[in-house]
């Protein structure tokens, strides 16, 4: 129950950023253990960098050790040069708090939200010194717990995880602590009773309490093994942000880390409806935190911190209500104290977001980023990315008239319906932005970032079969013909990636033999592409005798079950299959907080309602702002009233 | 710190326990952070994207630990040296604590250019097949008594070969362990510098016949000095303001 650190400090001083596994962040905490409290491992499954701001994490560490009867303390994944030490000198996976063993720990939380993190997964947990398989573990192994947004479809990683929690997590991690609680003070019978009274908690799911029966391929039923275990796992929700400040004492880490800044989150959910994003549809409804509230936390969090940048985050900042005021005393009152920066991710492409970052950013004005996602107004509309060029070309040009010289555009390729004119789109997009960059700056650039499209459960598009790597290596050599010779950079995100993705993505429990082959040839860290290898994944597939074109590329049909029908995101299946057909049919469908329900499902099957101050859409913006659209296509877009049958 | 108006501010500061594993622009970032929370009002640099003005010493190796590091700054207001310390290490990570400061004379030639001399305390083990603290003691004897000590180094990116011979000013051996002593050392840094892991490379060019392979274990920096017309002073005294609260006081 020691510290491990004599045993770690001598293998620190051999690897690559020792301070990655210190810990010491202000904010950081060196918790007592005391004996009836449930101690849980946060974890994040890739580098601390990647890890250590994740609110999600930092939120439930707060949360926890509020609690009398929990204890937290958080990890992230070695990198392969301290991986590589630990397993020769025979020291476990540790916390980076207090430096204890993580089989110390009742709980291992991870939290996923990236498919390919699902190998580190296994290795954090096989560090840990426990069985990877659930079914192989003992009771005095800890818990394997995992949340975030892969978690919404849990059946990859079934295997080896012993409950999920789906959706937001402040809520149910209490829940949980009192059932661990309880069982420990039974004396932790059997791993099967714990599973059992974990899987009666709403929002929780524990997958050895279901079996799955396949015919062929396919699967035919998932039927719950016990009467009280839900046949249907619905996502929890927090129905007000206000409630939930959190987090309080943001960690500010000792080393280099990504988005590096006070983070403060000024709404949750989305439903501007694009149809590719897996986040506006599981996020549902909008929940925004009070703007005193917001103003309360950036003051604080900056006087705690001493950070000199200040992120307002969300899925798209500038929808909040009143977003200019906020801004504008967010500005006025930083000016005083001295050079402390603010940042919104997410914005939208119109006049009016440029205006915002005009407001922000008085004097070092390099790049900008907009996300069309496609390249014509048609397929805008397919994906329901409703932006005009008119609206595109008026915030570049107010961009580039206003000193900004960069403008980054994010695109998607392989998106349903998408033909090559589409996908030139891109290159056009692009030129015409360098174009009216150049009447105003001769340093003009545009860089143009496609990401291939891989299709998320719980959206309209779960049923679309992905394209498959030559196809996406097409495309891209397509864009690269088309921007040749241009001031217009190509990126791209590698095709093998994104079909590796995609296996993982829609994948069922069958999947879990392929990520433990992978894991068990060596295949940590896929997201980074120094260690990413798609024969890894291909060999995992045919170990695990499954096609792996039958996962990615197969277009699904309405009555097959999906993998993750028994996970319910709140969405009504036939609100998304409907929502698929309009996609076809190319019809736009109008943001729901500012205008009639369409009834997805959420907000009437929850009982809880959009949180958003202002009852009117943010003036000047497009994507169903209120804005006539019909101006900016050659091909008008009928918005659809009702939805088309 | 040169050509400012403001109130320049030398501090002294120590890092120690696991904190020593931060690199020296993590360092950097842990004081801006530390100045930003406890609000001193720190002179920017006027230009496109002002910079505080701030200047750093010799930078410390990752993974040694020092209970003499060094750090300029300017204010622009004056800030009244003695509670300095106290409103910095607050915000601080655990290990690194001021341990001095001092108003700083308008001018004061910078850390880097004026440091002449540092001490350490190299704690150094003898992992040869059949270590013993006599064979380290041996190598020191007889590295010394060369007049050349030629080691592999790094300059500007390259491979050279360097003499680090004249940088080793003195070196003694105290507290033996049966196969680890701790040598405490001083090192020149001008013309030429050297550091702990220079000193171990030198012992080893001479060691391997006497049966010793050096590793380094724990180092400390112990002192910095600015040698300058034949004294030899702790940085903190080299360059104070001279004390004319008259002057400031309309």
């Known amino acids: 129950m020691s510290s491990l650190w004599p045993r770690i400090e001598p293998l620190l001083a051999r690897v690559e950023k020792p301070a990655r596994y210190i810990g010491m962040e202000r904010g950081s905490l060196r918790p007592e253990h005391r004996p009836g409290q449930v101690a849980w491992l946060l974890l994040y499954p890739d580098t601390y960098e990647v890890g250590l701001p994740n609110q999600g994490l930092q939120i439930l560490y707060e949360i926890l050790n509020e609690r009398d009867d929990a204890v937290a303390e958080r990890s992230y994944a070695p990198w392969s040069d301290l991986e590589a030490e630990l397993r020769g000198a025979g020291v476990p996976l540790f916390s980076v708090d207090t430096h204890r063993a993580a089989s110390d720990f009742d709980v291992l939380a991870f939290n996923l939200s990236a498919e390919l993190v699902a190998t580190n997964l296994l290795n954090c947990i096989d560090l840990a010194g426990s069985p990877v398989r659930s079914g192989d573990r003992a009771p005095t192994d ?63 799911y524990v997958p050895s309490m279901y079996d799955v029966a396949y015919d062929g ?84 969090g900056l006087a705690r911190t001493g950070y000199d940048e200040v992120a307002l985050t969300s899925l798209s900042s500038a929808d909040f209500s009143g977003i200019d005021g906020l801004v504008g005393d967010l500005v006025n009152e930083q000016s005083g104290c001295g050079n402390v920066g603010l940042s919104l991710p997410s914005l939208r492409v119109d006049a009016f977001t440029v205006g915002l970052a005009a407001e922000i950013q008085k004097v070092k004005r390099t790049g900008l980023t907009f996300a069309p996602e496609a390249g014509t107004w048609r397929l805008r509309q397919v994906i329901n990315k409703m932006i005009t060029e008119e609206d595109l070309y008026a915030a ?39 174009k009216i960059g150049k009447r105003h700056t001769k340093q003009a650039t545009c860089t143009a970032s496609i990401g291939g499209f891989v299709p998320k459960p719980h959206t309209p598009f779960q049923w679309f079969g992905q394209n498959g790597v030559d196809e996406m290596r097409r495309k891209v050599s397509m864009l690269r013909d088309a921007t040749r010779k241009t001031s217009v950079q190509l990126r791209w995100h590698d095709p093998e990636a994104s079909y590796a993705e995609g ?99 959420v907000c009437t099957g929850y009982a809880i309602e959009h949180v958003v101050a202002s009852p009117v859409a943010p003036a000047g913006g497009s994507q169903g702002t209120g804005q006539d659209l019909s101006r900016g296509g050659w091909a008008p877009v009928a918005l659809a009233e009702k939805r088309p049958s | ?145 060369r007049t050349v000590l030629e ?92 004390r004319v609260p008259e002057a400031r006081a309309s």
């Open chain 1, 142 to 204: 800890p818990l394997v717990i995992a949340g975030g947004h892969c978690t919404f479809n849990p059946e990859p990683y079934a295997d080896f995880v012993d409950a999920f929690v789906i959706g937001d997590g402040e809520e149910p991690v209490g829940e949980i602590t009192e059932v661990i609680g309880a069982w420990k003070r039974g004396g932790r019978a059997t791993r099967e009773a714990v599973l059992h009274d974990l899987a009666t908690i709403p929002g929780v």
């Open chain 2, 151 to 242: 080691v592999p180094r790094t300059r500007k990116g390259r491979e050279v070969t360097e003499d680090v011979r004249p940088a080793l000013r003195r070196v003694e051996l105290l507290e033996a362990e049966p196969a680890s002593a701790v040598l405490r050392c001083e090192l020149a840094m001008q013309p030429r510098n050297a550091r702990p892991g220079d000193l171990i490379a030198a012992l080893n060019s001479v060691a391997d016949p006497i049966g010793a392979r050096l590793g380094e274990r724990r180092v400390v920096r112990t002192h910095q000095w600015i040698e300058r017309g034949g004294a030899r002073l702790e940085p903190l005294e080299a360059d104070p303001r001279l």
């Open chain 1, 396 to 434: 570049v040009e107010g961009a580039y008239s206003q000193g900004w010289r960069r403008v980054k555009l994010y695109f998607l390729s392989g998106l349903p319906t998408e033909m090559d004119e589409d996908t030139l789109g891109i290159a056009e997009l692009a030129r015409n932005v360098v």
């Open chain 2, 1 to 145: 710190m040169k050509g400012t108006d403001g109130f320049p501010v030398r501090i002294r500061f120590n890092k120690q326990g696991p904190v020593r594993f931060i690199s020296h622009r993590d360092l950097a970032r842990a004081f801006e952070r530390a100045f930003r929370v406890g609000e001193l009002p720190l002179a920017f640099t006027q230009g496109f994207v002002p910079r505080p003005k701030v200047g750093f010493g010799l930078a410390l190796s990752l993974g040694h630990e020092s209970d003499a590091e060094y750090l300029d700054f300017e204010l622009t207001t004056d800030p009244g040296v003695e509670g300095l310390g106290a409103i910095v290490n607050q915000a601080l990570p655990d290990g690194i604590a001021v341990t001095g400061s001092v108003a700083l004379a308008d001018r004061a030639p910078s850390l880097q250019e004026s440091v002449t001399t540092v001490g350490y305390d190299v704690e150094v083990t003898n992992e040869a097949d059949e270590p013993s603290v006599a064979a380290i003691e041996a190598a020191l004897q007889q590295a010394l008594e």
């Open chain 1, 503 to 601: 296996i993982v993505s829609r994948g069922d429990r069958r999947v879990g033999h392929a990520i433990e082959h992978v894991w068990r040839s060596g295949g940590t860290f896929q997201e980074w592409s120094e260690h990413f290898s798609l024969d890894l994944w291909l060999d995992g597939m045919a170990a695990a005798g499954l096609d792996p074109d039958w996962y990615v590329t197969r277009h699904r049909e309405e009555s097959e079950i999906l993998p993750w029908d028994h996970i319910a995101a709140g969405l009504h299946r036939d609100f998304l299959w409907q929502d698929w057909k309009a996609a076809l049919a190319e019809y736009g469908l109008p943001d729901c907080r500012w205008t009639p329900c369409y009834d997805c499902g």
């Open chain 1, 217 to 300: 391929p396919r699967i035919v039923a998932v039927e719950p093994r016990y009467p009280d275990v839900p046949a249907r796992v619905e996502k929890r929700t927090v129905a007000d942000l206000a409630e939930w400040p959190y987090p309080k004492r943001q960690l500010v880490p000792l080393t280099e880390v990504v988005h590096d800044r006070l983070n403060v989150e000024i709404f949750r959910g989305c439903t501007r409806g694009c149809r590719f994003c897996q986040a506006g549809m599981i996020t549902r409804p909008v929940r925004e935190r009070p703007a005193d509230q917001v103003r309360t936390m950036v003051e604080d």
